[in-house]
Nanobody, 126 residues
Framework: VQLVESGGGLVQPGGSLRLSCAAS????????IAWFRQAPGKEREGVSC????????????SVKGRFTISRDNAKNTAKNTVYLQMSSLKPEDTAVYYC????????????????WGQGTQVTVSS
């Protein structure tokens, strides 16, 4: 199982970024993929989740209307990708963003996600 995040960077308040999570080594349709973030000195918190089989999506209140999670379930390929399109970014969105795998989207507890990527830094600053 491998999850690899990319797409982070420095962006001004109000700007946009698209993060990618390349997933491989398992059958995605049996799982859910979520984005979490962790700011310095804070606990890891859930941001958004997508059920890979149905495409159903879930968001925490702080990002609703600004972030969009989507999937690219390419057939017959070894890798599939989950995206997090982030718009209207705020300084409080600054964090390391991680993608994680679980069997469902019903929990925002990090301990319910059993595989993680290495993270990608998002910094929102003028």
């Amino acid at each position: 199982v491998q999850l690899v995040e990319s797409g982070g960077g420095l962006v001004q308040p109000g700007g946009s970024l698209r993060l990618s999570c390349a997933a491989s080594g398992f059958a995605l349709n049996y799982y859910a993929i979520a984005w979490f973030r962790q700011a310095p000195g804070k606990e890891r918190e859930g941001v958004s989740c997508i059920r890979m089989s149905s495409g159903s999506t879930f968001y925490v209140d702080s990002v609703k209307g600004r972030f969009t999670i989507s999937r690219d379930n390419a057939k017959n390929t070894a890798k599939n990708t989950v995206y997090l399109q982030m718009s209207s970014l705020k300084p409080e969105d600054t964090a390391v963003y991680y993608c994680g795998r679980s069997t469902w989207c019903g929990s925002w507890r990090p301990e319910d996600y059993h595989y993680w990527g290495q993270g990608t830094q998002v910094t929102v600053s003028s």
